[in-house]
């Protein structure tokens, strides 16, 4: 490939510089016209391939939080000289251009590149948040944090345990895109938030709107343990609400109550909150059901008390996650007492993209 592509090269100047001569004469030698056009055309899509393995968006319209707009997360952070921000195309502003900017107003040793390897980027934010500055790490899909687990579960988690709080690396908040919108088949649609709730040490969080997501992040940049924030996609996109411009903090491990009910308790994270809230009111209007919608926001360490509390008075939860994602699988021990009132549902899961739609909690399928 490579002597091809010095071949096409040589090509393409001979032809920029008006050498036709040396063109007729490799096509009199034996190269066929074809072979030689198609060689220049990949000399010429190799000067225009990027670096990166995507192709990024346009970007966006600066606007301002106070505005009804799209939210970047990264318009929040503050010019503190100790806090950075790495990851895969980070500098560029990021394959959903949640960091546009940032590395033109704080310069490239704040906001840098990192090499495609998700274990070094949180080892590096390890030793950066060891020594007392933020890191802010970036993976770039969700689905591609499992290379850093044993990084976050084993040394993230247990550093400050390990060492009688002598040491910690609480300063540190990997982010990371979530969750399905479609069309991303297995390696960008996961929800991987499952694997990390049994972990103490850390904390999961994981916003359902704009407004959550500012209040969150900045939560977890501030907060002393490690953290790792996922962010809905769709809310990179589709996601309008007003967000006050001023910093502010929603608390962690704070659960939230939606809606209140009497006869079943519906618990959600994430953009799953959306559609739980449109079930409960059609449960309401053509089943006569009253019920209370929550969003847990921080699945690790989660708000035991509120939902405990909630299901003795509903006598009922359902989870938004499928059937082994959900009951098992992210909520612990606290909740075993009341194990007989889960009652998550099963799924058929199909190899077609349009399988998604069934995957994912739907109306239907919740209701």
Known sequence: MAAVAAFAGWLLRLRAAGADGPWRRLCGAGLSRGFLQSASAYGAAAQRRQVAHFT??????????????????????????????????????????????????????????????????????????????????????????FPAFDQIVNEAAKYRYRSGDLFNCGSLTIRSPWGCVGHGALYHSQSPEAFFAHCPGIKVVVPRSPFQAKGLLLSCIEDKNPCIFFEPKILYRAAVEQVPVEPYNIPLSQAEVIQEGSDVTLVAWGTQVHVIREVAAMAREKLGVSCEVIDLRTILPWDVDTVCKLIQMTKLCNQNMYIGQGRPAVFPHELRPHASLFKPYDINLGFSELFSRYILVCIAGAA
């Not at 968006?57 to 503190?80: A, C, M, N, R, T």
């Not at 960091?99 to 490239?108: F, I, N, P």
């Not at 080892?123 to 969700?142: C, H, M, P, W």
């Open 56 to 145: 990024f968006q346009p970007d966006p319209e600066p606007v301002e939080y106070g505005k009804k707009s799209h939210q970047s997360s990264f318009e929040i952070l503050q010019p503190v000289n100790d806090t950075v921000i790495f990851g895969e195309d980070v500098a560029f502003g990021g394959v959903f251009r949640c960091t546009v900017g940032l590395r033109d107003k704080y310069g490239k040793d704040r906001v840098f590149n990192t090499p495609l390897c998700e274990q070094g980027i949180v080892g590096f934010g390890i030793g950066i948040a060891v020594t007392g500055a933020t890191a802010i790490a970036e993976i770039q899909f969700a689905d591609y944090i």
